[in-house]
């Protein structure tokens, strides 16, 4: 399939590389006989191509993103790709600064400006947020078929009961807007002490903000008070952001979880170490829980 992208974008390349740290679909390094990187993305299936081709034209009006160069509507054998000029520097690490925070936080809350339209929102980004919750109960009940496989019935049952309860106590969904589903670290792209701007967009949708913050606060914003006071400052100024404590430990309880079904459903032995570490964050959540419902 390379083989195919690569004459169908008529590349001449000197070396390719496939990048790490992408479970949606295969991104591949490219280095041009003229010295410049680009990027093949091939993603796993079609819904994800045209999600992700609707996304870097609304996008690119609104935040930094890579420059699409190209795109292929593949055939039967590839679902699509992309051409993707450089997007300078390297993935967000956990020693950046307040002021690289900051720009994340206003960097986020751009992207959370954006709305559904008749311009903003094509067929291929649905808009979940009419039936926000009742979306993330899908997503939930979804990765429970593969969780039920690998967590013990106790375990289970516990995280059922948790899902159910925590659910009765959100507040009213924030948005609509346009949301990553995947904004962490090694989505957003650092150099030289700003921010270039983010990356990867097949999992995007119209819903509510509030499902956004799970995993770059998991990563990054949790281990230093400094950096989350700045990324809230970010956000501050360009759109007033909610009350995170309302909402991120029910989205930290189903990023755990779904976490888990996505790492059976993937191969458990070559996701291993994700499995356990969400594991082990879904058992601190529920500790005492099952002990209270055998009392």
């Known amino acids: 399939m390379l083989n195919q992208v690569l004459k169908q974008f008529k590349l001449q390349v000197i070396s390719v590389d496939e ?3 992408s479970f949606s ?4 390094k490219c280095t041009l006989q003229n010295g410049e990187s680009v990027f093949l993305k091939i993603p796993y299936t079609r819904a994800k191509y045209e999600r992700e081709l609707a996304a870097y034209k609304i996008l690119a009006e609104h935040v930094p993103i890579p420059k699409l160069l190209d795109h292929w509507a593949g055939d039967d054998s590839c679902p699509g790709a992309f051409l993707l000029a450089e997007l300078k520097g390297k993935p967000l690490s956990a020693t950046a600064s307040p002021e690289i925070a900051y720009q994340i ?5 751009s992207m959370h400006q954006i709305k559904p339209s008749n311009t903003t929102a094509p067929v ?6 009419p039936n926000w919750h009742e979306f993330i109960e899908r997503q939930f009940y979804s990765f429970a078929e593969d969780v039920k496989e690998v967590l013990d019935e106790d375990l289970y049952m516990a995280s059922i009961r948790k899902f159910e309860q925590m659910k009765g106590e959100l507040p009213a969904p924030d948005g609509p807007s346009f949301v990553h589903m995947d ?3 090694a989505n957003i792209i650092v150099e030289e002490g700003r921010v270039s701007g983010m990356i990867d967009f097949e ?3 119209f819903g509510s903000t509030e499902i956004d913050f799970t995993k770059i606060h998991r990563d990054f914003l949790k281990s230093d008070p400094a950096l989350l006071s700045s990324f809230q400052k970010g956000y501050n100024s360009i759109r007033p952001m909610i009350d995170l404590r309302a909402v991120l430990p029910f989205y930290r309880f189903i990023d755990a979880f779904n976490s888990i079904g996505w790492s059976q459903r993937r191969g458990l032995e070559k996701n291993f ?4 570490a969400n594991l082990r964050i879904l058992k601190d959540m529920l500790q005492g829980e099952q002990l209270e419902n055998k009392s």
């Open 203 to 205: 999992s995007v949708r």
């Open 19 to 21: 990048v790490e740290d």
């Open 105 to 109: 936080g206003a960097m986020q809350a």
């Open 25 to 28: 679909s295969t991104v591949y």
């Open 124 to 129: 291929a980004i649905q808009n979940e947020f």
């Open 183 to 185: 904004f962490r670290p």
């Open 273 to 276: 170490a994700f499995y356990e």
